[in-house]
């Protein structure tokens, strides 16, 4: 089964980590990236420049309209995601933890959702 997951953190936080703190994560993250690739659960990801660079898109009475930022105000904010292929939840979860991001942010671990076509 496919899981999304899905990285929280705070850029505010983020924005005041030292250089060092910050080479640190990143190392982290390709680390992680590494080992999950190496273990065939990959199924892609991507990391999301900051919700300063996001429009938010609405159509309503068939008018579209646009927005700068995120939807909301949040602490924090979606900052990337993986994609994995674990064979249930208990192991999406078990992935989940290992992300660098889950020691200060949020992992939020959703299922893909699949449809017949």
Known sequence: M????????????????????GQAVFQGYMEFTKWLNESGKSKGGEALVRTANATSVRVRNGKTTTTDGPFAETKEQ???????????????????????GAKQGCIEVRPIQKFDM
Do not use: C, H
Request: no cysteine; hydrophobic share 50%; proline share 2%.
């Open 78 to 100: 979606l900052g990337g995601f993986y994609l994995v292929d674990a064979k249930d939840l208990d192991d999406a979860i078990a992935i989940a933890a290992r992300i660098p």
């Open 2 to 21: 496919q899981y999304a997951l899905l990285i929280y953190s705070s850029e505010a936080a983020d924005a005041k980590m030292t250089q060092a703190e």
